[in-house]
């Protein structure tokens, strides 16, 4: 689906449709929180959310040692990654498959990481909340998407009406 111009005196509407890759990217970059879902233990749906990061072509996620949801990754990799707005309505669900490129440890690769989304979440005081914490081992996922969906927009999709 591309986007379509709001109808004369719905400019309230904005941009309605898919958002090109530009726009997917843009949107990624600002400190919206995502809700990830994985299955736990009993296969049940758990939904967290978390801080993400994306590279253009997959979600980064920095779980804590002790998080639950660290371990239903790296258990069942199939995933689903949802980040949105209010608003512009702006969203993007993916469903993923969950890479383990780290288990929990100190000064990983997750470092970096977590540093970007410190700053993209908290301003910059995102390095003041972190740096009492580096002394806590982290994991580090991508989540590869499998299909990605995203809208933009205040109206239904051709395919609702």
Not at 2 to 28: C, H, I, Q
Not at 65 to 93: F, H, S
Request: hydrophobic share 40%.
């Amino acid at each position: 689906m591309t986007e379509t111009p709001a109808p004369e005196g719905e400019d309230w509407r904005g941009k309605v449709g898919s958002m090109a890759g530009d726009e997917v990217s843009a949107f990624l970059a600002e400190g919206h929180i995502a809700r990830l879902a994985c299955l736990d233990e009993d296969g049940w749906p758990y939904a967290v959310p978390c801080w993400h990061e994306w590279d253009g072509s997959s979600f980064w996620v920095v779980p804590r040692a002790r998080a639950a949801w660290a371990r239903y990754l790296a258990a069942e990799p199939r995933c689903a990654i949802t980040v949105d707005e209010a608003g512009t309505q702006r969203k993007v669900v993916a469903q993923t498959r969950a890479v383990l490129v780290e288990e929990p440890c100190l000064n990983g690769r997750w470092l970096p990481i977590a540093e970007r989304m410190s700053v993209r979440y908290l301003g910059e005081n995102g390095p003041r909340y972190l740096e009492p914490t580096l002394d806590k081992p982290r994991w580090l996922f991508r989540l590869d998407p499998v299909k990605l969906t995203t809208w933009q927009g205040n109206d239904w999709a051709e395919r609702y009406k």
